[in-house]
């Protein structure tokens, strides 16, 4: 689990992932409570959708180990909303094992103002949505390739294919496989599913 994935109101000394872990004993503690507190409305909204998903249930034992899937659930669905940028370590449950004797009390938060950075020079938000501007295509692609755009290109169903001639490939054929648009929101599952078609042309 990542490093301040859980922060727990009562110290047991436990030690995951490097970050220092508060925890009650495990085998006696249930869920006694689930609430959501994070600062950002919009994000409060979106992490808020599928609620009916969760991993996380009321009465449930307490398990880490869901937690972290829980977690990547949520990262999930906000990629699949926009964020572009969001991450499990974005992503933090608090756990309050002082109210009631073997229960716990979750609160999942998320970090404030984190800073991430594009390309390890562009500072980002990763609490925002980003749209897709251009998609370009090329078969060619390797880091000799990585900076040049031949004049043997074509822009046709919304796509730049670059290099046209090297493609083995009809880009007609190529574009059925694409699920990102110009203009779209960036959605993971969009992105997954272009990979898999894609692949699947060359088999």
């Known amino acids: 689990m990542g490093k301040?994935?859980?922060?727990?109101?009562r110290y047991y000394g436990t030690r995951k992932g490097g970050a220092l872990i508060n925890a009650p004993p495990f085998n006696t503690a249930v869920i006694?409570?689930?609430?959501?507190?994070?600062y950002l409305s919009n994000i409060a909204i979106d992490l808020a959708r599928e609620e009916n998903k969760s991993l996380?249930?009321?009465g449930d034992n307490f398990d880490i180990d869901v937690l972290e899937k829980e977690r990547k659930r949520l990262t999930r669905l906000m990629r699949n909303e926009g964020y572009f940028f969001f991450s499990n370590d974005l992503i933090y449950f608090h756990a309050d094992s002082i109210?009631?004797?073997n229960k716990i009390f979750l609160t999942y938060k998320i970090k404030e103002d984190p800073v991430k950075f594009f390309n390890d020079s562009v500072q980002v938000?990763?609490?925002s949505t980003f749209k897709i501007k251009n998609v370009y295509v090329r078969q060619d692609f390797g880091e000799r390739f990585s900076k040049i755009i031949d004049s043997?290109?074509?822009?046709?169903?919304?796509?730049h294919f670059l290099n046209e001639s090297t493609f083995t490939v009809k880009p007609k054929v190529?574009?059925?496989s694409i699920f990102h648009n110009p203009n779209d929101f960036y959605l993971l599952e969009n992105h997954e599913n272009t990979f898999r078609?894609?692949?699947?042309?060359?088999?």
């Open 99 to 101: 109210k009631e004797k």
């Open 56 to 58: 996380l249930h009321v």
């Open 4 to 9: 301040q994935s859980l922060v727990f109101r």
């Open 32 to 38: 006694a409570d689930i609430t959501n507190d994070v």
């Open 197 to 203: 078609r894609l692949t699947a042309l060359n088999n």
């Open 174 to 176: 190529i574009s059925r």
């Open 152 to 159: 043997d290109t074509i822009s046709q169903w919304g796509y």
């Open 125 to 127: 938000d990763p609490y």
